[in-house]
Nanobody
């Protein structure tokens, strides 16, 4: 069974930085695309944060451009999210997603990021 495990969340002051990591286990194939999404307190939906393809093409939400950087690790199916200049509105549970083909999505359990003002 494919599992994605996130780590690196925590409590940080406004203006601080965190680096999230996501690694997939029990997997022999490579995801076409990996990404990060987040769900803020009281919100029902997860919102897009950033994605990266297997050709290293990146895409970012406007709200995080210039502050967050997504990258893939040397290990297969590993992805990172470097978050700088964090704001209280970045507070959310951050989820990692791996996509195989066009529509086969695999999600992690999430890691909490809390930014204090």
């Amino acid at each position: 069974q494919v599992q994605l495990v996130e780590s690196g969340g925590g409590l940080v002051q406004s203006g601080g930085s965190l680096r999230l990591s996501c690694t997939a286990s029990e997997i022999t194939f490579s995801f076409n695309r990996m990404g990060w999404y987040r769900q803020a307190p009281g919100k029902k939906l997860r919102e897009f944060v950033a994605t990266i393809t297997n050709k290293n093409t990146t895409n970012y939400a406007d709200s995080v451009k210039g502050r967050f950087t997504i990258s893939r690790g040397n290990a297969k199916n590993t992805v990172y999210l470097q978050m700088n200049s964090l704001k209280p509105e970045d507070t959310a549970v951050y989820y990692c997603k791996g996509t195989l083909g066009l529509i086969n999505d695999f999600w992690g359990q999430g890691t909490q990021v809390t930014v204090s003002s």
